[in-house]
């Protein structure tokens, strides 16, 4: 690694250790050129999939935009923040280890609706209209019956 004051290429680790949230390794360095302290944090890169748009045109994966349409379809309902937490990780968690370089919009809203509907059955009807675009009331209760069904399975 490179000195950030003098740009020689000999450092030194002098101390490393987990950084505080545990993402990531700190390193205090040493130059042995101008001998000046500096701090490196190590972290594992992760590449995320590409979002393959209906039009076909591609987009870097957002979790950002995946947590705000989950917002979205639990407005106003009663859910825990962490629980939407660890939703929102279990599906970038599925996406990362899936391996795909590529993934549909759909795959992504079919692993949304999945976690929905462990959450909370109103937020997922909410979401599958909207993702599904509902044209009549008929498609809701298809939803609704079949969501019914599932938990029927389970039982």
Known sequence: MKCPFCSYDDTQVVDSRVSEDGGAIRRRRRCAKCER????????????PAVVKRSGSRMEFDVNRLRASMDLALRKRSVPTPEVDAAVARITEGLLISGEREVTTEQIGELVMEQLKKLDQVAYVRFASVYKSFNDIREFVEAIDAMQDGDSEKA
């Open 37 to 48: 302290r500096f701090t490196t944090y190590e972290r594992a890169d992760l590449m995320m």
